[in-house]
């Protein structure tokens, strides 16, 4: 049983179904086309950008204000140009919604938000509900590249450190540190040392954990199961945790999660990117570390060993190939550069130029 087919699986599909209910029937159709090649997490994503989109179309837009959502038909939604895709766009820059709180996207929010739409159009064209497919007219924001944070080796082996001794901690968090130690020097161990997800550790069952084959099952996005493995220091990190998880009389036995919080409950999301706040924030004061940046390094870690980005994506679960060449360029281009400082030419080489 994995993450998203218990509880959590059960309320994303609840929310989503509540968020759905708002969107015009054909939707319905929409959603359980892709639902073999999407994670439950995604399809409330999509849920709520048409969503959005919608309620514009309906309240603001001029071609189709006063239509309403529940009986906005296909026939519709052939009517919607590039330009009411592209007026959306430009509306959610900033708005107020019916209760009047302010709402800002930037355009790395627009371009997700674009890219929904286009999936809905281009699913209902390939189905032939659709003469044509005109979220395809429409130019993705441009988005500009911010600088890559990385770790470098020194920064790395001290948060390990202080997350292992509780060093540079406060005397309120050293006291949870005795409690939390094992744990969270797993987790950190884990990020590193794997290059996995957040999602994918917050989803880790006990048994998708095979210590002494030093393997473990992670749930992908869009669903897909994946063996991963792991380096003998961080299985040692992982058993240590694990005996002491075991042990634990709070811990209820039919608690499957892997990570636990001290309530005995799975560790979530936000709480494993404060966990590794806390200890990036003493080890590296100055860079914002977010566990995405430990994966990172593990990405880095693996590149600087193979000099194979093909290998670094599979590991890493990236689709396009272009995904690890943007967080791996530097390396490339380090190699490049030492590789052509390093030709020789010999004597006779130069009396042949």
């Not at 189905?127 to 590249?145: G, I, M, N, T």
């Not at 939390?180 to 880790?204: H, N, P, W």
């Not at 811990?251 to 590794?276: C, N, P, Y």
């Not at 990172?296 to 060449?325: C, D, P, R």
Request: glycine share 4%; hydrophobic share 35%.
């Amino acid at each position: 049983m994995d993450y998203f087919s218990s509880r959590n699986y059960d309320a994303l599909v609840k929310l989503r179904e509540i968020v759905q209910s708002q969107l015009p029937s054909f939707c319905n159709e929409y959603f359980i086309g892709i639902s073999n090649n999407t994670s439950p997490l995604t399809r409330l994503g999509y849920a709520r950008d048409l969503s959005l989109f919608f309620n514009y179309l309906t309240t603001v837009n001029f071609n189709f204000k006063g239509f309403e959502i529940d009986k906005f038909l296909m026939k519709d939604l052939a009517l919607v140009s590039p330009s009411d895709i592209e007026q959306f766009l430009e509306y959610i820059s900033y708005y107020k919604d019916e209760n009047g709180k302010v709402h800002t996207n930037n355009d790395k929010a627009k371009a997700r938000k674009l890219s929904t739409i286009r999936s809905m159009f281009k699913y209902f064209y390939n189905k032939e509900d659709l003469e044509y497919d005109v979220s395809a007219k429409v130019s993705r924001p441009k988005l500009h590249e911010k600088e890559i944070i990385r770790l470098d080796l020194h920064e790395t082996e001290r948060m390990l450190t202080y997350v292992d001794s509780g060093t540079g901690l406060s005397k309120h968090q050293q006291d949870f540190h005795k409690i939390t130690q094992l744990r969270d020097t797993a987790m950190i161990t884990l990020f590193l040392g794997t290059g996995i997800r957040i999602s994918e550790c917050v989803g880790l069952n006990i048994e998708d954990v095979n210590i002494p084959n030093r393997e473990f099952t992670v749930t992908r996005k869009g669903g897909n199961r994946v063996i991963l493995y792991m380096s003998e220091d961080v299985a040692i990190a992982l058993d240590r945790y694990l005996i002491e998880r075991n042990n634990n009389p709070k811990i209820d036995k039919k608690e499957r999660a892997f990570f636990v919080s001290l309530q005995g409950k799975r560790m979530g999301v936000r709480a494993t990117q404060k966990l590794v706040k806390k200890y990036s924030s003493i080890a590296t004061p100055l860079k914002k570390i977010t566990p995405h940046k430990l994966r990172s390094k593990f990405g880095n870690n693996l590149y600087n060993q193979t000099k194979e980005i093909y290998v670094v994506a599979e590991v890493l679960g990236h689709k396009v190939i272009n995904t690890t060449k943007k967080h791996y360029a530097a390396q490339s281009e380090q190699i490049r550069e030492d590789a052509l400082k390093n030709v020789v030419l010999s004597p006779d080489d130069l009396k042949n130029t």
